[in-house]
């Protein structure tokens, strides 16, 4: 037993079995090493600021390999910064770069079969949300090999910085956001308390009376906004569970930190498990004919002990007979999946008919387990990106969820945690104010209030922004790699030189980086520049502009056509020299050129695409496209982003202005 109280995995070997691959503990050295290296000079300025304290660095006492005490040197501060020291105690042997979490002397000894480390997939899961998981398994799994052990540590960083360090409310049984009141509890609560309301009726001799529990997800919240009815029932239901890492982010920005991640698929086998063992009887309605009596088969063939009730499909008219079936299964636990909204509103409007103890809308639970539909591997779990593996398996029925559901979520997410917080600090001031204030000032107090709002509503939104770039040029870096290639060779194959064409832009505050395309011109096109620039066809002169430039090579003029040229900027998007929607980026040349009105183009961020390029492209004069990109300037928001990139796609399939 470990001191949690649970069984190390039997094929988890002991600690000094760890290292029999030989390149674990030389991979550990290089790269607590290669981190020293890189930290030094934060290191040394951190040390300075702090040596005219007493004791700059402090010194802890953890436990170490098979429950020795091993001291760990650190600056006297939490921060990632002032725990770099313990990379010392990683090269010395003391602890693991990646290991079980750290555990104080003053705790109780831990009985665990590796070395605590300065990373944690312990740790990290708790972090996401995933603490029910087995961390040893995956532990054991990514010592086996260097490849796995970087891949660990990469999840371990990820998690750091996807999940808030701030103090949070995790103690709230419940806690309400975005109209929705919400239970936090663990995943071991949720089967208690599922457990506790099937026994109860059996104690007493009385008939069951059915408890509803329900998953909401991101998609939930969507649907709840503008369908009122699903609201008032989610609200009436005895728990709403927190599903995804969507959620977990509102609950984050609304001050809630949630114990589990939880959703119907980690429950299911858990809770086949608990059944088994206390005789509950569990009843699978929905999905497609076949799926639920499979997935039932395959949870029986893990748990032999496991009583099935019944199955039946989803699809059906009139449900009197289903529900004739559920009761005389004496079914206690009902799950049903026919997606949200319609599997909680069926058992919403059928409760009094049904003599189940316990109710659950478990959405495409049934296909994981029937092996329809795979799983997201743990590591994609593990940083909250389970969609992603969602979207890739059924792109034509979940786009719309995610490409268009999930930014729509974040919004209104940001908008209900911008009001809550506006209304406590509301609340503060009429609470702290004094008389005298309230009186006379209270127009000048108001104001510092909103100034204040305001640049938070600016640091969130830039926030909300760079989420935005980052996820979505990451996921069509992804999903679109193998069209990348494909122009690559034909580029290649038409005209000598690099697929690739780089060129200096200018930035926000007009710093120069290097921004990337798709060679669309032959090699000399820059030279050739000079002798075109009396046909420039974009009025200004500022911009040089040719339907019919003949510096274009063939393949140039589709991916030109098509923007195609323009993808490779998903990467400076991902690096954070651009965004995906705002001002284009001008050459360091034309910048020279700007007049002082239009150096306002250069405030912010460069961006893909923005307002003149889904109103005409090239096609508008030069003159035109300042006075768009400084409406976008002042008026800027993720809602207004999002839109522009969904009007982006019309704008590109119909190739207007381009050329």
């Not at 959620?247 to 299911?268: E, I, M, P, Y």
């Not at 059928?350 to 103890?357: E, G």
Request: hydrophobic letters at 40%; aromatic letters at 8%.
């Amino acid at each position: 037993m470990n001191r949690t109280g649970k069984q190390n995995h039997p094929d988890i070997k002991h600690y000094q079995d760890r290292f029999a691959h030989p390149w674990i503990r030389p991979m550990e050295i290089l790269l607590a090493s290669l981190a020293l290296t890189l930290l030094s000079p934060m290191m040394l300025l951190k040390l300075c600021r702090q040596w005219l304290k007493l004791n700059p660095i402090e010194r802890i006492d953890v436990y170490g390999e098979k429950g020795t005490i091993r001291t760990l040197q650190q600056f006297d501060d939490e921060s990632w910064l002032g725990r770099s020291p313990r990379l010392l105690s990683v090269i010395n042997g003391d602890i693991a770069l990646l290991g079980d979490p750290l555990i104080y002397s003053i705790e109780g000894q831990p009985d665990s079969p590796f070395k605590p480390g300065l990373f944690s997939l312990a740790a990290s899961q708790q972090r996401m949300g995933l603490s029910f998981e087995n961390a040893q398994i995956a532990t054991s799994q990514a010592l086996s090999s260097p490849l796995r052990l970087m891949m660990a540590l990469t999840r371990c960083i990820a998690t750091y910085a996807l999940s808030s360090s701030r103090p949070m409310n995790r103690h709230s049984r419940r806690f309400k956001i975005m109209g929705l009141t919400f239970s936090n509890l663990t995943m071991v609560q949720v089967l208690a308390d599922i457990n506790e309301r099937v026994m109860r009726p059996r104690h007493i001799g009385q008939r069951s009376t059915l408890t509803q529990y329900a998953f909401v997800n991101a998609d939930c919240v969507n649907i709840s906004h503008r369908n009122a009815t699903y609201r008032e029932q989610l609200n009436r239901c005895e728990h709403l569970l927190a599903d995804g890492s969507g959620v977990r982010l509102a609950s984050l920005w609304h001050g809630f930190g949630l114990k589990d991640n939880l959703n119907g698929t980690d429950l299911f086998p858990a809770l086949c498990k608990q059944a088994s063992e206390q005789g509950h009887r569990i009843f699978l309605l929905g999905g497609q004919d076949g799926i639920a009596e499979t997935a039932a088969n395959n949870m029986l063939k893990r748990f032999p002990e496991l009583q099935i009730a019944g199955t039946h499909h989803g699809f059906f008219s009139d449900a009197t007979p289903i529900i004739e079936q559920i009761n005389q299964s004496q079914a206690d636990i009902l799950l049903v999946a026919m997606g949200a909204p319609k599997q909680d509103l069926w058992i919403a409007e059928h409760t009094s008919q049904l003599n189940v103890a316990i109710a659950i809308g478990v959405g495409g639970l049934f296909d994981f387990y029937s092996n329809r539909i795979s799983r997201a591997p743990m590591w994609l779990r593990h940083i909250g990106m389970e969609w992603i593996w969602r979207l890739v398996q059924e792109p034509q029925r979940m786009w719309r969820r995610y490409i268009l559901g999930n930014p729509i979520f974040l919004w209104r997410a940001f908008q209900s945690a911008n009001n809550q917080m506006h209304d406590k600090r509301n609340a503060a001031i009429q609470f702290e104010m004094p008389t005298s204030l309230q009186h006379h000032n209270i127009r000048a107090v108001k104001a510092i209030f909103t100034r204040r709002l305001q640049r938070a509503n600016i640091a969130i939104s830039q926030i909300s922004k760079r989420i935005l770039d980052i996820c979505a040029s990451a996921l069509l870096l992804m999903l679109l790699s193998p069209l990348l290639c494909l122009i690559t060779v034909l580029i290649r194959l038409e005209s000598p030189g690099a697929a690739l064409y780089s060129q200096q832009r200018a930035g926000k505050n007009n710093q120069a980086f290097t921004m990337w395309k798709f060679r669309s011109m032959y090699q000399d096109a820059d030279h050739r520049l000079k002798k075109l620039q009396q046909n420039n066809e974009m009025k200004g002169g500022v911009l040089f502009k040719m339907k019919q430039d003949p510096r274009i090579t063939r393949i140039g003029k589709f991916i030109r056509k098509a923007s195609i040229d323009e993808l490779p900027q998903l990467w400076n998007v991902l690096k954070g020299d651009m965004s995906l929607v705002g001002p284009r980026p001008a050459l360091l040349s034309e910048v020279a050129q700007y007049e002082t009105h239009q150096r306002q183009r250069l405030a912010v961020k460069p961006g893909i695409t923005c307002i003149w390029q889904v109103s005409g492209r090239s096609d508008i004069p030069f003159a035109q496209q300042v006075e768009l990109d400084v409406e976008y300037i002042h008026q800027q928001s993720l809602k207004a982003d999002v839109m522009l990139l969904i009007k982006t796609i019309p704008a590109v399939v119909l190739a207007r202005g381009a050329y």
